[in-house]
Structures are given as C-alpha cells and as structure tokens.
C-alpha cells in the first residue's frame, strides 16, 4: 500500500515517536506526520529524529480542534496522545486528563470522520478497575505474586485478564478518561462507519522512554540503576513483589504496521496488547535484572504506604488479539531492559538532564 497519509498524535513522545519513525523507514511511499505540543519535558529529544527519518512535524494540540482540523486529508491515525499517569487527578488537577485523554480523542475522531480515515487508538490496561482486580484471589512465591483467582471469575484466570473483566468500579481518572474515550469510538464506528482498532496496553518499555514512578515504572526502575537514584518498594508489605507484564516498543510498532496494513481485518477490534505471564516482571525481579544488566546497586527503601490506584498483579490475556493475528512479542524483559540500557547510554547527558528536571 503506498501513498498513505499517516498522522501521529502524540508524536513526538515515547509510543509515537518510535512508531512514526518506523513507520516512515518501513514505507517509503508513506507520508508520516507527528503531531505533539511538547508538553511532556524530554519530547524535544525525538525531534531530530523525526526530521531525520523523513516525518513531517506540527506543533499541535489534540486539545485544540483547529490543530487537527487545519491539517490536509488523512489516510490514517495513530491516537497516542494521552496524559498517561496512574497518579493523574490525584492532586485535584484534572482538566489536562480530561482534555488531553477524552476531548483529544473526540477532536481525533472528528477528523477521522471528516476523512473517512482509519483510526487506530492506544488505550491502557487501566481501563480495568483496579478495586476488582486487586480482590482476585493470588498466592505469594518466592520473588513475585502470582494470579490465583479460582474458578468462575469472569474474564481472569492465571494466565491473565481478558477483555471480558466486570469494568464496574474506579480505575484511575486516566482509566476512566481511556475508556469513555473507547465508548465514543464504538458510537463513531457504529454511526459513522468508521475502521477502527483499540489496543489495551499493558505496560510499554523500550528505547525512548523518559521512564517516571507512576509511568514507565521498569525504565524508571533501570535509569534509578544507571544514574544512582534510590528507589522504594511502596505497598503490598514493601516486599517488591507486585507484578506487570511489559512489551518492547519495537513490538507495538510491530502489531500497529499490521493494524495499519489491514485496515478491514481489524475494524471494530478492542484487544488486549501486552506481555502476559511470559514477558513480566515484580519490582523485585526488575532489582536484580538492573543489577546485573547496569552493573550498579542503588538502595531501596522498604515504604509501607499504599499507593492509589495500585494493583498487586496485572498480566494481560491476549488470546483475543492472537485468535486475529500471527503477530506475538518477540523480546523478553531482559531485551527490553538491555535495549534501554543501550540507548539509555548512548544519549546519557540529555537524558540525565531531562530527567532531572522532572524529579
């Protein structure tokens, strides 16, 4: 397919920033274009690589309808713009979260129906709610919790939560702003007849991530390592021991060329995306994994307090997504540390000086 117009929103942040540079690499027929305001401290480092790959870049706001509505006709969108933190509105400030996640979407799918465009929409796992997931029933090894939830339990099992999980319940406002948006997207299909794609991201880790305590929690946990910054187990007894599936970036990006590909194939999918059981880590393991990978010990301190919003385990059921496609993560949580590390490395003093200024 070639002469493809592919917007990217949020383009110039982690997800879509490796996403429209791949893309632009992989279909030189294909105009790419990034759309981010650079709100986001560290966003300024992918713009040289966008212009060097060949992507257009627009100082826009998804906040703003004219931003969007100024542009020229779209083959495609890749909804990656988001206020991604679990702590969001956790200070009482929550028009950014709101406007950003909900409004943002809604000005996407505007243009999306003006155009007739594709739209593929990177929503989270937080859509879950986290009060139900954290009452499934676990069992405690050696260096992690494992999901034990019993028979009967809709949408859970070991292997992970599926599609099917009860949403009744908080689920953080970046949850909750995710998933209302994902209610207008089915009302837009169904109305409009618009191609669309949801993907349920578990935690995404990789080259390119200004890794934070509430986003980004593995890079977050490797810069700690590299830079010397001290950590803390917070919650769950400080034992570490809380779990999350991670994915590479380049396996996102991967999954996304499909979806972009095969526009019909997958319209009207809302998929889980993710690691599962297999690509997973507790805090616990990712210590050791930093240790060895970075060479560095840093202190952790045992913190007692809970965390809003916090669940003991998340691992993604993709059987959805595997039953669509033959796509399936092809780096384990080692690759994706070791390949931060490597990029990390490479670019230390602008990313020592980027993250200083967020902490």
């Known amino acids: 397919m070639t002469d493809r117009r592919v917007l990217v929103t949020g383009g110039a942040g982690f997800v879509g920033a490796n996403l429209a540079v791949e893309l632009a690499r992989r279909h030189p027929g294909?105009?790419?274009?990034?759309?981010?305001?650079?709100?986001?401290?560290g966003s300024e480092l992918n713009l040289e690589r966008l212009r060097e790959a060949g992507v257009g870049f627009v100082h826009g706001d998804v906040r703003e309808p004219g931003d969007l509505m100024g542009l020229p006709e779209v083959d495609a969108l890749v909804e990656c713009s988001a206020e991604p933190s679990a702590l969001t509105g956790a200070d009482g400030r929550t028009a950014y979260?709101?406007?950003?996640?909900?409004?943002?979407?809604?000005?996407?799918?505007?243009?999306?129906?003006?155009?007739?465009?594709?739209?593929?929409?990177?929503?989270?796992?937080?859509?879950?709610?986290?009060?139900?997931?954290?009452?499934?029933?676990?069992?405690?090894?050696?260096?992690?919790?494992?999901?034990?939830?019993?028979?009967?339990?809709?949408?859970?099992?070991?292997?992970?939560?599926?599609?099917?999980?009860?949403?009744?319940?908080?689920?953080?406002?970046?949850?909750?702003?995710?998933?209302?948006?994902?209610?207008?997207?089915?009302?837009?299909?169904?109305?409009?007849?618009?191609?669309?794609?949801?993907?349920?991201?578990?935690?995404?880790?990789?080259p390119g991530q200004m890794g934070r305590v509430d986003q980004g929690v593995f890079t977050y946990w490797l810069l700690a390592h590299q830079f010397g910054e001290s950590l803390r187990y917070i919650g769950y007894g400080a034992s570490g021991k809380q779990?999350?599936?991670?994915?590479?970036?380049?396996?996102?990006?991967?999954?996304?060329?499909?979806?972009?590909?095969?526009?019909?194939?997958?319209?009207?999918?809302?998929?889980?995306?993710?690691?599962?059981?297999?690509?997973?880590?507790?805090?616990?393991?990712?210590?050791?994994?930093?240790?060895?990978?970075?060479?560095?010990?840093?202190?952790?301190?045992?913190?007692?307090?809970?965390?809003?919003?916090?669940?003991?385990?998340?691992?993604?059921?993709?059987?959805?997504l595997f039953e669509l496609t033959d796509w399936r993560p092809r780096r384990d949580a080692r690759a994706v540390l070791a390949d931060t590390l490597a990029w990390s490395t490479a670019n230390e003093r602008a990313l020592r000086a980027a993250l200083f200024s967020l902490r």
């Open 97 to 206: 979260a709101v406007q950003s996640n909900l409004l943002g979407a809604y000005h996407c799918l505007e243009l999306a129906r003006r155009d007739e465009a594709q739209l593929v929409f990177l929503s989270t796992s937080r859509v879950y709610p986290f009060a139900r997931l954290d009452s499934l029933g676990y069992r405690e090894a050696d260096t992690r919790y494992e999901l034990d939830p019993g028979d009967g339990i809709p949408g859970a099992s070991k292997v992970g939560i599926t599609e099917d999980f009860p949403i009744e319940g908080a689920r953080t406002l970046y949850g909750a702003t995710k998933l209302a948006a994902e209610l207008l997207i089915g009302e837009y299909a169904a109305g409009f007849g618009l191609r669309t794609v949801i993907d349920r991201c578990g935690v995404i880790a990789g």
């Open 243 to 320: 779990v999350r599936d991670l994915l590479h970036v380049d396996d996102l990006v991967d999954l996304v060329d499909d979806q972009l590909g095969r526009p019909q194939h997958w319209a009207g999918a809302t998929v889980n995306v993710g690691g599962g059981r297999e690509v997973s880590l507790s805090l616990l393991e990712a210590t050791e994994l930093c240790r060895e990978l970075t060479g560095r010990s840093v202190p952790v301190e045992a913190a007692g307090e809970e965390r809003p919003g916090d669940v003991r385990v998340y691992l993604s059921d993709c059987s959805r």
């Open 30 to 41: 294909w105009e790419i274009v990034a759309l981010d305001n650079l709100r986001r401290r």
